[in-house]
């Protein structure tokens, strides 16, 4: 009965699997021996995850500079596969959207809340389809927003990049320490996001005096 024989088949009597059953084998045996896998031969580069995913990073923060348009920049030149978005940044849309599409309110605390609940439906989507959250504090206005969306962006197990200068660094220790990365200027924030992505690395940033941690503070493993 040709249909039982074929059901029954000795499937690793073809070539090809023997062929790959030997050499799966052959690797963990070595693996086994030196302790170690070896799995840098398998092609997990940063290139490829690149070439399969827009990265989709959202830039919260201060509206009054271009620090956008300066990581927009960056991000087109290095032609990064990443997807900017952010709140909206018209000051006076936010404050009055909630007003001009429902009607105008009586008392502030309400026109600000009915704006307020209107500007969430949008930072709330976008914040929470990111896959990396920039959060700008700069030194002329205090961002609570940009503070709650650090908050919210951490509780939700984002990777948040703030940006700030460093004259507010101690204001921000308690922020700064729940982020990945703290930056001072969006050039950084564009390298970063090179590296993320694409393994690539920019000019040290101390210059000529820059030495590998090995060379500066000895090797963490003596047996590396």
Not at 2 to 11: A, L, M, Y
Not at 84 to 106: F, Y
Request: with cysteine.
């Amino acid at each position: 009965n040709n249909n039982n024989n074929n059901n029954n088949c000795n499937c690793t009597n073809t070539p090809l699997l023997q062929t790959m059953m030997h050499a799966t084998a052959k690797s963990l045996i070595g693996a086994a021996r030196t302790g170690v896998a070896r799995t840098s031969r398998l092609n997990f580069s940063s290139t490829t995850v690149a070439a399969e995913k827009v990265w989709k990073v959202y830039l919260s923060g201060e509206i009054h500079s271009d620090w956008r348009e300066v990581i927009a920049d960056g991000v087109a030149k290095k032609q990064l596969p990443v997807a900017l978005t952010s709140p909206n940044t018209s000051h006076e849309d936010s404050d009055d959207c909630g007003a001009i599409i429902l009607g105008m309110q009586e008392e502030r605390p309400n026109w600000d809340k009915i704006g307020a609940n209107m500007n969430a439906v949008r930072t709330k989507t976008l914040l929470s389809e990111a896959d990396v959250v920039v959060v700008r504090f700069g030194e002329k206005y205090r961002q609570w927003n940009a503070a709650f969306d650090a908050g919210y962006a951490s509780a939700l197990g984002k990777p948040v990049i703030t940006l700030h200068p460093p004259a507010i660094s101690h204001m921000l220790k308690e922020v700064n320490a729940s982020a990945n990365v703290v930056c001072e200027e969006p050039e950084q924030v564009v390298d970063t996001l090179a590296y993320v992505i694409n393994g690539d690395l920019p000019t040290p940033r101390d210059g000529d005096a820059w030495v590998p941690i090995a060379d500066r503070l000895g090797k963490g493993n003596p047996n590396p």
